[in-house]
C-alpha cells in the first residue's frame, strides 16, 4: 500500500513568489494534516482536516498561507508571497481517526528554501 | 499549553550498546504518545504508539514505556546497529478524544558508531 505522497520533494524560490505543495493521503484516512518544520526542531501543526473540514487551523498564518482538501482526499497547501522565514520543511500526514491505533503516517516531506 | 522536552539533544554510543531516550511532557492529560525516527532529509516513520492507558510498547529491539502521571516516557532501544543512526522524536497527542493535535520535542540526535 502507498504511503502519503507529496510534491514537489524540493523547492526554491526568491522572496515574494508563490509556491504550493500537494499532499495525497493514505487510502481511506480521514484526517489530514500539514506540519512545519524548521532545522533542528519538532515539526508544529499548520492545520489539521477531518474529511472536507478543517478543525484546528489556528497556527496557519492566514494572511500568507491557504490549503485545501477537496473531496476529502488530496490536499494543498499554498503561501503566497513566500518570506524567507517561510524556509523549512512542509510535511504532509494521515491518519484512520476512531480507529484504536490512531497512528499517524508521514510523507517524506517539501523542502522549501525562499532567497 | 502543552510542551514536550527530550532529553539527550544529541547521544553517540558505539555499536552493541543498549540506550535509553527519554521524553518529558507538562500535561498529563494526554491520549496517547507516539515515537517517530527520523532519518536525514526524510520524512518521519512511526516506531511506536502507546494508548494512555498502556504502559508499554515493543517492537523489535524498541521497547517504549509510558508513565503518564510523572509525564515521562522513554525509549528503549537494545544492542544498537550503525542503522539506528537517525534523530528520534516522541510526540503527544491532546485530551481524550482522538483527532487532536499531536505536540512534538525537538528530538534526540542518535549516532551510532561501528
Known amino acids: 500500500e502507498a504511503g502519503v505522497v507529496q510534491s514537489p520533494r524540493y523547492k526554491i524560490i526568491e522572496k515574494k513568489q508563490p509556491v504550493a505543495f500537494w499532499c495525497n493521503p493514505i487510502s481511506g484516512h480521514n484526517t489530514l494534516y500539514w506540519y512545519r518544520q524548521n532545522l533542528g526542531q519538532g515539526p508544529e501543526l499548520l492545520i489539521r482536516?477531518?474529511?472536507?473540514?478543517?478543525?484546528?487551523d489556528s497556527q496557519l498564518p492566514k494572511d500568507r498561507f491557504s490549503a485545501e482538501r477537496l473531496k476529502g482526499v488530496d490536499s494543498t497547501l499554498k503561501i503566497q508571497p513566500a518570506e524567507l522565514g517561510d524556509s523549512a520543511v512542509y510535511l504532509c500526514?494521515?491518519?484512520?481517526?476512531?480507529?484504536?491505533?490512531?497512528?499517524?503516517?508521514f510523507g517524506e516531506g517539501s523542502w522549501l528554501t525562499v532567497v | 499549553k502543552q510542551e514536550v522536552t527530550q532529553i539527550p539533544a544529541a547521544l553517540s554510543v558505539p555499536e552493541g550498546e543498549n540506550l535509553v531516550l527519554n521524553c518529558s511532557f507538562t500535561?498529563?492529560?494526554?491520549?496517547?504518545l507516539q515515537w517517530f525516527r527520523q532519518d536525514p532529509g526524510k520524512g518521519l516513520t512511526s516506531l511506536l504508539l502507546i494508548q494512555s492507558s498502556q504502559r508499554e510498547q515493543t517492537s523489535g529491539r524498541l521497547n517504549a514505556s509510558l508513565d503518564k502521571s510523572s509525564g515521562r516516557s522513554t525509549l528503549y532501544i537494545a544492542a544498537s546497529q550503525p542503522g539506528d543512526s537517525a534523530t528520534y522524536l516522541c510526540a503527544v497527542r491532546k485530551g481524550e478524544t482522538s483527532g487532536s493535535r499531536l505536540t512534538f520535542g525537538e528530538g534526540t540526535q542518535l549516532t551510532v558508531n561501528p
Open positions: 500535561d498529563s492529560a494526554i491520549y496517547n
Open positions: 482536516y477531518e474529511n472536507e473540514e478543517a478543525v484546528d
Open positions: 500526514a494521515s491518519s484512520l481517526e476512531g480507529y484504536a491505533g490512531n497512528t499517524i503516517y
